[in-house]
């Protein structure tokens, strides 16, 4: 069964703390790996990953790719009390139909 | 705010009742998709449209049609549904299906009774 795994389900870090969050797949036909940002309500894209060990950056947040190991990483540094929120990673995979898994979401809280 | 607008923001309803969701996108994209969140639940995908066909119905509950009358419209027919249904339902969109990045709406909080 496919199946996208989150490690921590929740975090707490000071302001100015490095987070790393961690995903990981096992899914039958994987085309990409996608990191979302949920606050309130609905997720904000954050990275698409499809290629193995080339790392995406955006401002503090920077994500790589390990296909050898079926994971992802997801680093915040400098975090902010804007960085509370849930992340989600999910996996695109299928050959002629769509199918995303969603994993759980790591929540993250930074407190002050 | 994103191109992505969804209606009502909340509902609810009785399990006899017959209700809509809508979804329409404003970004020129050929793909449209259904999600359920569920409290303390991964974010489900239910359904995906691309160029108005539907592509993906991910063994939802009849309870629960899709319409995609064209590329810029979505809607989520809902009868005789259960308090478990109870949930955020996620519209997105994407330029086309596969490979691209979704763009999300606010969402419909629906709570059955």
């Known amino acids: 069964e496919d199946k996208v795994v989150q490690s921590p389900l929740s975090l707490v870090v000071h302001e100015g703390d490095t987070v790393t969050l961690n995903c990981s797949y096992e899914?039958?036909?994987?085309?990409?790996l996608l990191w979302y940002k949920q606050e309130k309500k609905a997720p904000t894209f954050l990275f698409m990953l499809?290629?193995?060990?080339i790392e995406k950056k955006s401002g503090r947040l920077s994500s790589i790719l390990d296909k050898k190991e079926l994971s992802s990483i997801l680093n915040i540094t400098a975090t902010q009390t804007g960085d509370s929120a849930i992340y989600l990673c999910?996996?695109?995979?299928?050959?002629?139909?769509?199918?995303?898994?969603f994993g759980p979401g790591t929540s993250l809280s930074v407190i002050p | 705010e994103t191109g992505v607008t969804q209606t009502p923001r909340h509902l609810v309803m009785g399990m006899t009742n017959k209700k809509s969701l809508k979804c329409e996108q404003h970004?020129?994209?050929?793909?449209m998709y259904w999600y359920k969140q569920s409290a303390k639940k991964p974010l489900e995908l239910m359904f995906v449209?691309?160029?108005?066909?539907?592509?993906e119905n991910n063994s939802v509950p009849s309870r629960f049609s899709p319409e995609c009358p064209n590329s810029s419209h979505l809607f989520l027919h809902l009868h005789t549904l259960q308090p478990e249904d109870s949930a955020l339902y996620l519209c997105?969109?994407?330029?086309?299906?596969?490979?691209?990045?979704?763009?999300f709406g606010p969402g419909t909080r629906l709570t059955v009774l």
């Open positions: 997105a969109s994407s330029q086309a299906s596969g490979r691209n990045t979704q763009y």
């Open positions: 899914v039958t036909n994987f085309r990409s």
């Open positions: 499809t290629s193995s060990g």
């Open positions: 999910a996996v695109e995979e299928g050959t002629s139909y769509d199918k995303v898994i």
């Open positions: 970004l020129g994209h050929n793909a």
């Open positions: 449209y691309n160029f108005k066909e539907q592509t």
